[in-house]
Structure formats: C-alpha cells, structure tokens
C-alpha cells in the first residue's frame, strides 16, 4: 500500500483526495491520505485563513493546494489582474449575461443580497493564480501544488521547486502527460472522462496505462471514477502509484454543501451527469439539469470561452450556495459518474479506512486466482 509517492510525501496511504472544504482536507491528512485543498474559489486573503486553519487542525502532517491555470485562455499574457479582468468584461455579450440570469429568475433564485459582492474572476487565470501560489509557500505543510487544466508556467514550476515541494498537474491524454513531464512536473494525475469537474473524453481504464507509459517512471496518479477499494486496487495494478479522488468527498459528513445539493448527488444515479461548458467554459462533468439542457439548445447562447463564460455564471454559483432549494434545478453541481456510488453520508476517516481495507482485500483475492493451488483444475 505504501507506494514511492507516500514516502516523498511523508504520507501513509496513496490516497489524494482534492475537496474544496478545509475540514474534508484536514480529515483526509489526518487519516493518513493526503488532502487537497481547490484554491480557485478564493482570494489570497480567504486562502491564508484557510491555510492557517488547516494548518492548526493537521498537527504537522502534509497536505497539498489545487490552483487553476489552463493551458490556453482568454486574455492570456496579461500579467496586471485588475486590466485583464476588465478586459475580459468587456468581451461578454450582454445576451450572455441575460440568458443566464433569466435561468435563474424563472426559478425564483432571489438575487445576491447587496453586500454580498459575486465572485469574480478569482484564480483562473496565471495572474490571478500566482499570489495563491506564493501564499501556499508561506505554509511549510504544503508539500504539493496541483494544477487543473494544463501545463504550469515555467516560472510556476521553478518558484514551487525552490520552496522543496513538488508540482503535480492533472491531464487527459498522454500527449498532456508528456508535455507536464517535459516541463518539470513531478507527478501526473490521469483523469479518465468519468471524473467529476473538468474533464476529457478517454474513460480511466484506457487512459491511466496510457499515461503510466508515457511517462514512467514519473509517478501518475489514477483519477477519474474512483469510489471503492476495489476500483483503487485496479488503478494500482495498472502501475499506478496512488488514486486522486474528488466526487467522494462531496458527501462525507465534513463536506460544506448546503442540503438541497447534498441529496441530489446522493439521489442520482451514474448516468445522471453530463459533461457541459455551460458553467465554466471548458467541458466539465456535472449533473444533468434544466441549466444544461437549456445551454445545449439551438436557440440559446453558447457558452463562452474560459474564463469569460464563469465571468457570467461565478453569479450564479455564489447564488446556488446561498439559495440551494430554490435553485438546485439550475445549479452548479459538479460530480463524477461515481455518483451512483455515493448513496449515504459518511465521515471522511471511514471512507478512506474502507477504501484502504477494501484494496488490500482485492488484492489478496486476486493474488490468491494466481496461486498454484487456487488457480489448478478441481
Ligand atoms: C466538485 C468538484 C470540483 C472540482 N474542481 C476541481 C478544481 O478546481 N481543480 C482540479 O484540479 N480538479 C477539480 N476537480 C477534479 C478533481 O480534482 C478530480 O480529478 C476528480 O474529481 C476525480 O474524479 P472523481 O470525481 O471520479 O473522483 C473537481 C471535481 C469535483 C467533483
């Protein structure tokens, strides 16, 4: 169970577990995986005090920062974040922006209360991304950065090295895989098509051998569908050297989701989600409701590119959050086809335990298909 990454990171079970809510990270580490945190939802200052939590509640031990750079995006190269966001606003049609509130309108989701500012552009850019890179480096139990969509930027991967700790970047094709290696990136997370958030279009099983042969002998990391002992004890036998999960997390107890979302990922079934640019403008895997069937229509807008078209629908998320009931029809809620799986609420430390128990079981059963005795004719 304790693979080469577990002994780089100071970790005792390959389990990464990436959640946007710093309990579900601290109970992850705490269990002996290692928990990481998505950044891209937070301004530095939101971040530190998220870190600095975590930090208090970890004793010590490792945990990692997700941040969000894609490879390609509108405005690229601007390195002024206050110009490149209004830059980016004034690419966004106004139909755009109507078509979306009008979604939300016809479900009665009361607007933002007035103090309440929408989220804006945030970390999704490299300029607005950098400053929650060097605020993680501030907090020494930080010992991975991951990157979401594409390869990190040479000076990225240059200034998180200095500080000792390593890069990971998550991809969906071997030809990504090889581009992060080649660029410096110490581990690769292979994330097959049923993987929750942004995503490709080649499922896990043929993906993640894939990648392990290109890349090897550069750790990848198995992400993409991942919900039981069993499927870990297969991304292992594929070669790879830990599993990096995401839906599982959205409905352990610590996980901050308002209800109405929390009994809708739990209500669906695997064939419910969709992948969809209708949030964030790059197709991410989400559950199927009325908001994406609405921008799938002929007669409706496109989505946008990234990041301009969550510069229209980070509103909306900001919305979802505070008024789930109301508009759960028309939410944003990202998830896995592991979503099947996911039927009750569990503690975090119970579900990594069972994840670990469960592959050591497979693969002692499948160890014993292979002894002589098992394997002779009765
Ligand atoms: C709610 C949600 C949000 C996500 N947001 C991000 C993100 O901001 N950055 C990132 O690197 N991956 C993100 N992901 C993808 C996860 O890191 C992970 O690769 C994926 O969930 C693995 O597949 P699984 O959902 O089948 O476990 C997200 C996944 C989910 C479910």
Redesign the pocket.
């Known amino acids: 169970m304790h693979t080469e990454i577990c002994e780089r990171l100071g970790i005792e079970f390959p389990i990464f577990a990436?959640t946007?809510c710093r309990d579900v990270v601290a109970a992850v580490t705490n269990a002996g995986g290692l928990g990481v945190l998505?950044a891209?939802g937070f301004s530095p200052e939101q971040l530190a005090v998220e870190l600095d939590w975590i930090d208090e509640h970890t004793d010590g031990r490792p945990y990692g920062v997700?941040i969000?750079i894609p490879g390609k995006y509108e405005g690229m190269g601007e390195d002024d974040a206050a110009k490149l966001e209004a830059d980016l606003e004034a690419m966004i049609p106004e139909e755009t922006r109507a078509f979306a509130r009008r979604l939300y309108e016809e479900h009665g989701v009361p607007d933002l209360p007035d103090d309440v500012a929408p989220p804006s552009l945030l970390g999704w850019t490299l300029a607005t991304a950098m400053p929650q890179v060097e605020l993680a480096m501030e907090h020494e139990n930080v010992r991975l950065i991951?990157?979401?969509l594409g390869t990190p930027p040479s000076e990225v991967i240059e200034d998180i090295h200095g500080h000792g700790r390593l890069v990971a970047a998550?991809c969906g094709s071997a030809h990504q895989a090889r581009r992060h290696v080649d660029a410096g990136v110490d581990v690769v997370?292979a994330?097959g098509t049923?993987?929750?958030?942004?995503t490709g279009e080649v499922g896990s099983l043929v993906l993640w051998p894939e990648v392990i042969a290109e890349v090897s002998p550069t750790p990848v990391l198995a992400?993409?569908?991942?919900?039981t002992g069993r499927q870990m004890a297969a991304a292992l036998a594929l070669g790879a050297q830990g599993v990096?999960?995401?839906?599982?997390w959205?409905t352990v107890e610590e996980a901050d989701i308002p209800p109405a979302q929390m009994q809708a990922y739990l209500d669906a079934s695997s064939r419910d989600t969709v992948r969809s640019r209708s949030y964030t403008g790059k197709p991410c895997r989400m559950l199927r409701n009325e908001w994406t069937d609405a921008w799938e229509r002929e007669d409706t807008p496109d989505p946008l590119g990234m990041p301009l078209q969550f510069m229209v629908t980070g509103e909306m998320v900001a919305r979802h959050a505070r008024y789930a009931e109301a508009a759960q029809p028309v939410g944003f809620n990202?998830?896995?086809?592991?979503v099947g799986q996911m039927t009750k609420v569990r503690r975090t430390r119970d579900v990594i335990y069972d994840l670990v128990e469960e592959c050591i079981e497979t693969t002692d059963r499948v160890h014993s298909l292979l002894h002589d005795d098992a394997a002779a004719p009765a």
């Open positions: 990436f946007h998505g891209v997700d969000v991951a990157n979401a998550l997370i994330q049923e993987g929750g958030g942004h992400a993409g569908g991942i919900g990096w999960t995401g839906s599982l959205l990202p998830v896995g086809q592991i």
